[in-house]
């Protein structure tokens, strides 16, 4: 090969024949279009906003918003401002989707898993959830599960009253308050110390494992060690963590923290919708993995469960992970449908309330659309860097 | 979102056509067709039946206005707006004139638009549960309350919690329905909106005799029509449209004796339809322009009548919106 190059020196000619200097030149011409477009669009606007008296710039940031939102993880009061009210919404996004990420992977894997067993009547409420679940349009499931399921619970004075001090109403869950008395801190660092105990005992015993064959029970370890060691700090110190119990006073109950009935709708809906797609993307990764593989694990001794967790899973996940990155994404795009009930979130909260109290149309929806690409650019990144170490490593 | 998205675009390139340069008048004329911002379902103001139908005070507004640009009130297309995407539809120009129960405020009045004459005078109220035994809104503390976002509803709540020093859950929606819906499922103890709308909202209700509207008014809430800066002459169009229908009213002509009322001797009379004097010509509109109104939609008594008033369910009496010679706030300035 090497040869024929030296051989046969190709005629340079024109530059305009030159396909990478062409390709350069309309790489060069798009860009330029590209820019003047958005520089266009960008100039006639604000021309036309100023002409029009409409507000640019973000001097809004700082003033004060004089409205409430009921769900506040971060202090929010009327008298914060409208930038406080970006992050109580923003907060309040990624709450739902962190919580409906970490709950649709364990509802999709599960169906996933479900739909290949080869218990008929299991696999067949697997199929059915997957195909009547995500041929609904997501809005709709979101206004079922709030409507129909949340609202039909009772008025805060017939509560249903779950054990351990839990009030169910249609104004939420509400569970007791935890207060952190002293030396609440010893809990929590021993509550530390277990699981980084927990991982060290694991390490310890894949690695002697690997040696002598030996197994080691982690599980029941990491248990005795994340839940018995605080427990027993607990009670050394004399219960420093007590609960306040929420009591019915007027109209709500006072005390206790309360869940509301819009985050769990909107985290039902999400999980449940996302959960049909990655349970078909888990079953395809699953199937993906040859047959022989498995028969290799029976022969070898491993139970039907091992061979799962230890042979099977691990390699459909190189097939898995790539589209279930979608699908996260999905989901944290999808909870802005959160506006329809009712949950503050940053669509509702900043691209619907401060937007219209501001009237600073353009710039606010500027800035959502850019935390919106900001969130999924960060997710889809560290579902890459997840990937790479998973991918298969050609040897 | 889609049609807000439009918006935005519209914004961004054609702009240009919507604001100053070609007047909204000419816009109006060229299209032979007025577009209304109208509220998407609002009992007396602005809400359309099975068929489509528009009905409404508000409605009726923007029926007056082409009423006198276009000699025909029924030559308008109403765009139901929610109270969040309202301004923004009026900014980049999707809609002609805002007539949508709009609370005139000066931010607003900052942020590209001015509203035009008030067409009702209304004061934000709170409907309970009568089974509740609430008898004044000084007794909500602890309530949760559904509310209306991006309105003034949502900041004077939080204002009047706050100065009676009171707690509460916020529990916002983005239209006016699913607020109505939250309340009625018994997701909140109370609902709060300007009061004419409460009592709208209460005829909703499965069973509004369970409900109660309490007695405080919080607040001022005058209603008006707002339409783009820029644009004098559109401006003037849509105030003197409500003026007129004042004006109507005061001088006893309406839509059954306009005719007759042209034979009048009394000046006023004849300047307001237009026998006497070029009125209607200084406004670049027909003299007829207020005949038009009247014979067609109606003088603001009989408007007022028939969409909110004892020709309604709602019932609504004229209170603070009877003329300013019969004890109200509705005054108009002297047609001549």
New interface residues.
Partial sequence: MANTSTLVKPDRGSILNDPKARSLFYQVVLAAVVIAVFYGAYSNTSRHMADAHIPTGFSFWNAVAGFDINQTLIPYTQLSTYGRAFWVGLVNTLLVAVLGIVLTTIIGFTVGVARLSPNWIVAKVAMVYVEVIRNIPLLLQLLFWYNAVLKPLPAPKQSIQIPGGIFLNNRGIIVPDPQFGAGSGWVGLALLFGIVASFGFYGWASVRQKKTGQQAPVLLVAAALIIGLPLLVFFLLGSPITFEAPVLKGFNFRGGRQIFPELAALLLGLSVYTASFIAEIVRAGIQSVGRGQSEAAHALGLNARQTLRLVVIPQAMRVIIPPLTSQYLNLTKNSSLAVFIGYPDLVAVFAGTVLNQTGAAVQVMAITMAVYLVISLVTSFAMNLFNKRNALVER | MLKFAA??LG???C??AT??QAGTLDTVKGRGQLICGANTALAGFGIPDSSGNWTGLDVDFCRAVAAAVLGDPTKVKFIPLN??DR??AL?SGEVDVLSRNSTWTS??D???MLFGPVNFYDGQGFMVRKK?NVSSAKE?????ICVQ???TT??N???Y??TNKMK???????DED?VL??YE???C?ALTTDSSGLYAERLRLTAPDDHMVLPEIISKEPLSPAV???DDQWFNIVRWTHYAMLTGEELGVTSKNVDDMMKSENPDIRRLLGVEGDQGKGFGLGNDWAYNIIKKVGNYGEVFDRNVGEGSPLKVKRGINALWNKGGLQYAPPIR
Wanted: glycine letters at 12%; hydrophobic letters at 40%.
């Fill in positions: 918006g935005l914004l961004a390139f702009a240009g604001f100053a109270a969040k301004f923004t900014q931010s607003r900052n942020q590209a509740q909500l503390d602890g309530a949760s976002q991006g309105t949502e900041l709540l939080a204002d919690f706050r509460y859950d916020s529990v916002a929606f983005q699913t819906k939250a499922s018994g997701r103890d783009r800066q820029g």
